[in-house]
């Protein structure tokens, strides 16, 4: 019985961790360039079962009694996400595999999120207000008097139809960027990514997040039925082990 106990009580576990993951999911189904994540889970260790012969000793192997399970990687999905025409001059998206270069606190971060715009000072800023760099790493500062700033096919800014910048367009592999935050990622080893010689823009259109808000809470509620059950569960064991401990034997 307390095999039982602990195995539902992993059950909660991997479902609360489902959750969270769904949840985080629905709430960024609006954010530009995010990326939804997916939990993964192990199995956690066995116990072997034997046929016991003349009610001693080990027989005969009978399988495997599983004692639960346990969360293991929560990856990023990849998929790119749906492409929306904005019409405004400072947005753009990009092909696979390619990001925009921002400068964080922690420093160089980077991110599939083309929504851009132009501070006070004249620096173009994401929209969380980060610097976006150049081609050299340094950020984007535009000068008085130039006006009409805009995106072009080749990833530079240009004002009144002439590149006054270029940005810092990297090619990177997915599978070396780590999270660091809902539309940034940062780079696990900085020598998988380098500089796009000719990379894939698109102006005025915004790469939507890859999140489906209705798939996800159709899944949540399915997460959270078993988690209920599981809760069920534990609840049965623990009143299964206080009549063990206090009425078997009573007769």
Known sequence: MIRGLYAAASGMLAEQAIQDTLASNIANANTVGFKQDVPTFRAL??????????????GPRVGELGVGVATDKVYTDWQTGPLAQTGNPLDASLGDNLFFAVRAPG???????????????GRLRNAAGLPVL??????????????????DGA???????????????????????IKAGDSLFTAANPQAVRL????????????????????????????????????????????????????????
């Open 196 to 251: 796009a010689a000719n990379p894939v823009v698109h102006p005025g259109m915004l790469e939507q997040s890859n999140a489906n808000a209705v798939t996800d809470l159709v899944r949540l509620i399915t997460v959270s039925r078993g988690f209920e059950m599981a809760q069920r569960a534990v609840t049965t064991q623990d009143e299964l082990l206080r009549l063990a401990a206090t009425e078997v034997g009573k007769a």
């Open 45 to 58: 260790h066995g116990m072997a079962v034997h046929s016991l012969i003349n009610g001693a000793g080990r």
């Open 107 to 121: 420093g160089e971060r980077y991110t599939r999120a083309g929504n851009f715009h132009l501070d006070g000072s």
């Open 134 to 151: 150049n081609a050299n790493g340094q950020p984007i500062v535009t000068t008085p008097g130039q006006r009409h700033f805009a995106l």
């Open 155 to 177: 990833g530079n800014l240009t004002a009144d139809g002439r590149p006054i910048a270029r940005l810092r367009i990297v090619q990177a592999n997915p599978a070396m960027l």
